[in-house]
C-alpha cells in the first residue's frame, strides 16, 4: 500500500490519536487540528479528500454517528510498515528479505558503523 506524505501525515495523526483512546471518534476537524499544531496546514476539503481516498484504499474505516462521520485506521503502525516492507522486497527484491537487508545495509552502512 504506497502512500504519500500526505496521506502519512494523516495516518500518524490518527494513530496519535487512537494511542491516548483506542475508541476515540476521530473526525476530519481533528485530523485537521491535530495537523495545524504540527505545522502542516491543509485545508478542510483538502484533509477530506485525501481522507476519503484512504478509505476507499481500504487504510481507513468511515463509521456514522448521529449525523457525523469518524474515521479509525484499518492497520496500526506496526501492520502499515510490515506491509510497505512487503510491498518493497517484492517490487524490487523478488520477496528475496536477505537480499533488501544487504541492499539497506550497503545504502546506509554510515547508520550500521
Known amino acids: 500500500m504506497a502512500c504519500g506524505k500526505l496521506e502519512i501525515d494523516i495516518l500518524n495523526t490518527i494513530w496519535t490519536l487512537t ?18 499544531e504540527n505545522g502542516v496546514e491543509r485545508a478542510y476539503t483538502t484533509i477530506k479528500t485525501v481522507m ?38 517484492e517490487q524490487f527484491f523478488d520477496k528475496d528479505y536477505v537480499k533488501m537487508m544487504k541492499f539497506i545495509e550497503e545504502e546506509h552502512s554510515e547508520l550500521f558503523v
Not at 491516548?20 to 485537521?32: H, M
Not at 479509525?72 to 510497505?84: G, Q, S, T
Open 19 to 36: 494511542a491516548e483512546c483506542e475508541e476515540r471518534d476521530i473526525s476530519i476537524q481533528d485530523v485537521v487540528d491535530n495537523l495545524a
Open 52 to 89: 476519503d481516498r484512504l478509505t476507499l484504499k481500504s487504510i481507513l474505516v468511515r463509521y456514522k454517528v448521529g449525523k457525523k462521520f469518524f474515521y479509525r485506521a484499518a492497520l496500526n503502525k506496526r501492520e502499515m510498515a510490515v506491509d510497505a516492507l512487503n510491498t518493497v522486497a
